[in-house]
DNA sequence: AAAAAATAGTTGAAATTTCATGTATACAGT
DNA sequence: ACTGTATACATGAAATTTCAACTATTTTTT
């Protein structure tokens, strides 16, 4: 809101949006954000596997420790994971032990996700094991850049909701 | 390199990782990096579709729309996709119309890649229809902030290589 | 120069994720 | 209460991606 306040996007953001003429997708966010994610992904996976779980299962796991027991949508939202994807990750998870799984008493059609001790005792193993890698991906950067990296990809997954 | 140097991560950064009592996965970089991956994926694949494109192939067209003719390994180095994924979309794409595949002539092992004219014209139309959508992502950030999220980006991707 | 090792790509099977569809439950309007 | 609509989840088929194994070619070693 500060000078001509609509242009085709936010003033001097041209530089970073395909269609211009200048546009190097190495300046393109989301190709540093797709990068990244895959990148991740592969790492976090590879020690991820010899417990049985992969990326998504891991996150599912962290949305658990920290929101207790909520629904399967509440899940597939906090994932950002289709319904489906999550009923078949859960219901895989409830069966190596990880999270316990029953229908909510005040609506038939939830079904509520928790997790169980057994699950807690391998996410937390999980997060020491990896520990070292995310420490590893975040050297160098000072507490403010990882600040403001949060907000602006909270910002821009907001834009797009 | 400014008080003590090798703790268990930089200053102040403990916070952000799993490991950290007090964590809060809202605070972790890589959930926000998946969440938003993911939804971006998510809202651009409906527009490339129509197209007979995903979020992969299109990754592809724009890699090879600024280096011209490359080899598959460094298209799947630009992507970040695995050698068989990118194996299959370029056969795909070429089927297509989209890109033109030959043996390299200076060593048979390698398969260069390089977009067609209709290739070209699908990418640029594709650009064109999907820069609102790019445009409203990005709405209400500065240059300064998009630039210090793909340096930053940059950062972490090269710390986990 | 022959043998061994490394590199680049290909291919089919397996794993993951999503789409399309179906079922059960809840809610809204009459 | 009844009908229609919306919501929440489940399920099988389809699409995507990756793994594992294999072929062809090049490079390195002896």
């Not at 936010?10 to 530089?15: N, Q």
């Not at 939202?77 to 999550?86: E, I, N, S």
């Not at 590893?136 to 907000?151: I, K, P």
């Amino acid at each position: 809101m500060s000078k001509s306040a609509k242009k085709t996007a936010a003033e001097g953001l041209d530089h970073f949006i395909p269609s211009d003429p200048a546009f190097k997708f190495r300046n393109y966010p989301f190709y540093w954000v797709a990068r990244l994610s895959n990148r991740y992904t592969l790492e976090m996976e590879k020690q991820l596997k010899p417990f049985g779980m992969n990326i998504s299962s891991w996150r599912i796991g962290l949305i658990l420790r920290e929101y207790g027991v909520i629904s399967m949508s509440e899940v597939a939202t906090h994932a950002v994971l289709r319904l489906p994807t999550v009923n078949k990750l859960v219901y895989r998870m409830q069966e190596q032990g990880l999270v316990s799984v029953h229908r909510s008493e005040t609506d038939a059609r939830v079904t509520m996700v928790g997790i169980t001790d057994q699950g807690h005792e391998v996410v937390s193993e999980l997060i020491k094991k990896t520990s070292k890698t995310v420490e590893r991906a975040l050297d160098g950067l000072s507490s403010d850049e990882v600040n403001v990296l949060n907000t602006v990809l909270g910002k821009v997954f907001a834009n797009l909701a």
